[in-house]
Structure formats: C-alpha cells, structure tokens
C-alpha cells in the first residue's frame, strides 16, 4: 500500500468516526426534541383536566369522549368542555389518561371548534360560522385557562409547571390582571409569576392599533 494511500484510508476512517459522532449528537436533539413535545402534551393535561373540573364544579358539562378516526389509536380520547363562550376539546394521549379518572362521559358532539387561521388560540364556530364574539368567547377561554394554572399551583403544587403553560398562552400582564382574580388564586398567580429558572412569563404589552 502507498504513502498516499494509506493517508486516505486514515482520512476515510477519521471521518467516519466523525460522522458517527455527529449522528450520535443528531440522535440526542432529536431526543431532547421528543422529550420536550412529551412534556408539553403532559402539562396540557394537566392544565385542562384541571380546567374540566372546575367547570363541573361551576355547573357546565365537561367528560371524556372517543375519537375513532383510524390513526389515533394512541390519542382516541377526548376531553371536553363546555366554557361560556363554547365548547374547548383536547386529546389526550394514554400515559395521561389518569388525570382524567372520575370524569363523566361527555354525552354531547364536537360542536367544531378549531384553531384560526390567523394564528389566534381558537375560534368558536356557530351554525357553520365564526360567532360575532369570538373575542369575548378567547377571553373567557383565556380566564379558565389562567385559573387553571392557578389550580395547577394551589392543589398539586406545580408553580414551575404552570409557569410554563402560562407562559405558552402568549398573554400580557395587563391582560391577566383585568380578570379580576381572587385574592387566593392572585395568591397562586404571584408564586407563578416568582418562580425561579423559568423565563419571562408575559408577552410585552400590545401596542394598540
């Protein structure tokens, strides 16, 4: 074998142990990637199974459902909620199901809520068409939203988890403070806002047009 042959082979060899190393960091983004949405779904759960029973609490109807669109099969359950401004729907994947144990069975269709386009967190559809108030129907999902936040806190305390699935609604602190919380879910809100390691809890205030 040549001089220069052999520089190559080591060349070759060297770049395959390179390559292998850059795949191997490649595979742990992509875990940590994987380990970040599994997290997200979880505190979603969390969120809304809380939201569900303070609905019930305050009268509306909130249960589970199933979904049987071929496909979802790992995420056939459904959690529903009636709020003042209309009906909120998440599904749940099957490690989460236990937050949802005691709930009733949720005996009315999904009424068509769904994400706009515009970006804005959900609209609510009345006879086939977006309701005249759907700015009032986003503030009444953002409140049982923040209160269950709230809840996430006070009853299983959770204020770093809350923080970040407050954090993910996009809201100011203005916004926050003009639904007139109870002094103890204010209470919660503050250990929320407090919480070390977390990041920046509120969007900037929003410039008005």
């Known amino acids: 074998m040549t001089t220069d042959l052999a520089e190559q082979l080591a060349q070759a060899n060297q770049?395959?142990?390179e390559l292998g190393i850059e795949l191997d960091m490649a595979q742990d983004i992509i875990d940590?990637?994987?380990?970040?949405?599994e997290r997200a779904y979880t505190e979603r759960a969390y969120a809304s199974a809380a939201l569900a029973r303070m609905a019930l609490r305050a009268g509306y109807d909130a249960g589970t459902g199933v979904d049987d669109t071929p496909g979802m099969d790992e995420f056939s359950t459904i959690l529903y909620v009636d709020t003042p401004a209309g009906q909120v729907s998440w599904h749940y994947k099957d490690d989460d199901l236990w937050l949802?144990?005691?709930?009733p069975t949720y005996d009315k269709d999904w009424d068509g809520t769904s994400r706009s386009k515009d970006g804005s967190f959900a609209v609510w559809k009345e006879d086939g068409k977006e309701a005249n108030d759907a700015a009032e129907?986003?503030?009444a999902f953002n409140f049982?939203?923040?209160?269950?936040c709230c809840t996430l806190s006070n009853l299983h305390d959770q204020p770093g988890m809350a923080h970040d699935?407050?954090?993910d609604l996009g809201l100011t602190r203005q916004e926050v403070k003009a639904m007139g919380l109870s002094e103890y879910d204010a209470k919660a809100l503050r250990k929320i806002e407090r919480y070390p390691g977390h990041g920046q809890l509120y969007e900037k205030k929003k410039r008005k047009a």
């Open 15 to 17: 770049r395959i142990k």
């Open 32 to 37: 940590v990637y994987k380990h970040r949405v």
């Open 100 to 103: 949802l144990n005691g709930l």
């Open 137 to 139: 129907a986003t503030k």
């Open 144 to 148: 049982g939203y923040v209160m269950a």
């Open 165 to 167: 699935v407050l954090k």
